[in-house]
């Protein structure tokens, strides 16, 4: 099986694949509206940010919670 992520551009589209889900040739999953709000949220972060941090600071930065973390024990 395999899974694709589809951007409907006109109406008809939609029936057309509920009409084949009717089939039983596909299956609709529809993403729920508290993932819907976590996509937005995330690409409005990205947006936001012209300048991401780098794989050696996100690195640095996941060393020093895990020592501090580690260090309670």
Do not use: C, F, W
């Not at 596909?26 to 996509?39: C, P």
């Amino acid at each position: 099986m395999e899974s694709v992520n589809i951007t409907l551009k006109n109406p008809k589209a939609k029936r057309l694949l509920e009409e084949l889900q009717e089939l039983n040739l596909i299956t609709i999953n529809s993403i729920s509206a508290g993932k819907k709000d976590l996509i937005k949220l995330l690409d409005s972060m990205r947006d936001r940010h012209s300048n991401p941090p780098g794989i050696g600071a996100i690195s640095k930065e996941v060393e020093a919670v895990r020592k501090k973390r580690y260090a309670k024990k």
